[in-house]
């Protein structure tokens, strides 16, 4: 699951510098990407602590 965080991370970081960058379009969807890897880390996470 640790890479799950780790490419989350990676996303959250493309999507700065394409903001700043100014690849709007690429910064949505690298955000975009990072908040559903970020969910799926939070729901396995859950799911490993109550199993």
Do not use: E, N, P
Request: proline share 0%; no cysteine.
């Amino acid at each position: 699951m640790a890479d799950l965080i780790g490419l989350a991370i990676v996303f959250l970081i493309f999507a700065l510098v394409a903001y700043v960058l100014g690849a709007r379009g690429v910064a949505g969807l690298s955000m975009t990407i990072a908040k559903w890897l970020v969910i799926i880390f939070i729901v396995l996470a859950i799911i490993t602590i109550l199993l």
